[in-house]
């Protein structure tokens, strides 16, 4: 009976097997419809997009007007860390694809990635900045790429990190592990707009700390990932909890830096 009940199995499997490959080139003008009925749209515009455009438009691009070479953002970042917080250790090595402007298609993108929760807009930045680091000669012995954490209060009100998005896709490229617990942002601090250097310091003194009930300790180098650069106290406020973490070197990576007037 078994035995019967097996055959008339295999027998149904067969119709069933050209089922699913009718049902597979179906699929593909499926797709076509899904993106006539809910076309994929530029962030920025809103205009539809064409392939092979993901996220943002081609003209929107354009304005994003990237460092002229895959060294420039990071010598910026560096400049910028530097000229706030002096010659110190941090960052031994950065990364960064634009120059941030307070207004335009860079800015609109960015502010759409942080407040409207597109983590693939996040993921494909990141991307972009891990093929700008393999562009620029790779970042060398890297143990983690490491998100810089929002509170945890600030992380529902906003439903997600950006910074981890952007880490997820430069992990991707670069082939490496994202670390989310080896430090932890303790105090819940307001928007950093409008404050002065002093006042950000102030703001960001001890607000991040190593977490010592993490499941895997880190050491070594890592990269440490932020969407946008300003006067780099979050980054460096970061970075000296994941020396205290047991960190050797920290590299910083991010989408966009504010430059400093030379
Ligand atoms: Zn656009």
Wanted: hydrophobic share 45%.
């Amino acid at each position: 009976m078994i035995e019967r009940l097996a055959h008339s199995f295999g027998a149904l499997s067969r119709p069933l097997g050209s089922l699913a490959q009718s049902l597979g080139t179906l699929a593909r003008p499926l797709e076509g419809l899904t993106h006539l009925l809910f076309p994929q749209v530029c962030v920025v515009c809103r205009k539809t997009l064409t392939a092979p455009e993901q996220q943002l438009c081609s003209a929107c691009l354009t304005d994003f007007a990237p460092f002229p070479n895959p060294l420039a953002g990071g010598q910026a970042v560096i400049r910028s860390v530097n000229s706030h917080f002096g010659l110190g250790a941090i960052p031994s090595a950065a990364w960064s694809l634009y120059p941030y402007r307070s207004n335009g298609a860079l800015h609109d993108a960015l502010h759409a990635m942080k407040y409207e929760g597109l983590f693939p807009l996040g993921r494909l930045f990141g991307r972009w900045l891990g093929e700008l680091v393999q562009s620029a000669g790779g970042a060398g012995e890297v143990e983690a790429i490491v998100p810089v954490p929002l509170h945890p209060l600030k992380r529902i009100e906003r439903s997600y990190n950006q910074s981890e998005a952007i880490a997820s896709g430069m992990a991707e490229v670069l082939d490496l592990p994202v670390v989310e617990d080896s430090i932890e942002r303790s105090a819940y601090t307001g928007s950093q707009t409008g404050l002065g250097i002093t006042e950000r310091r102030k703001n960001m003194a001890g607000v991040f700390r190593p977490v010592t009930r993490n499941s895997h300790r880190i050491s070594g180098r890592v990269v440490l990932v932020d969407d946008v650069l300003t006067t780099g106290a979050t980054m460096v406020a970061a970075a000296s909890a994941l020396k205290e973490a047991g960190v050797d070197e920290v590299a910083f990576a991010v989408v966009a830096v504010t430059e400093e007037k030379e």
